[in-house]
């Protein structure tokens, strides 16, 4: 299915943000996510289902200063 990450078309094999997540290479790394303009919380991901043209955004934690 079709789906926008941070922006980007991708084509992904997943039913939900915690199976994108996976297959796009953020599994198991602390990530704020959200679909659509809403917020999902990590304990969330694995019930909540994608759709094709959904926008996923996903955040990562930056260092520095």
Same mark, same amino acid.
């Given at each position: 299915? *079709? %789906? =926008?990450?941070? /922006?980007?078309?991708? =084509? &992904? =094999?997943? !039913? #939900? &943000?915690?199976?994108?997540?996976? %297959? $796009? /290479?953020?599994? /198991?790394? +602390?990530?704020? #996510?959200?679909?659509?303009?809403?917020?999902?919380?990590?304990?969330? +991901?694995? *019930?909540?289902? $994608? !759709?094709?043209?959904? +926008? $996923?955004?996903? $955040? #990562?934690?930056?260092?520095? /200063?």
């Amino acid at each position: 299915m *079709k %789906i =926008d990450v941070n /922006g980007v078309p991708h =084509d &992904v =094999d997943a !039913s #939900t &943000v915690e199976e994108a997540l996976q %297959i $796009l /290479g953020w599994g /198991g790394q +602390r990530v704020a #996510t959200a679909l659509n303009g809403t917020f999902v919380p990590a304990a969330a +991901r694995d *019930k909540t289902a $994608l !759709s094709p043209g959904d +926008r $996923l955004e996903v $955040l #990562t934690a930056m260092q520095g /200063g």
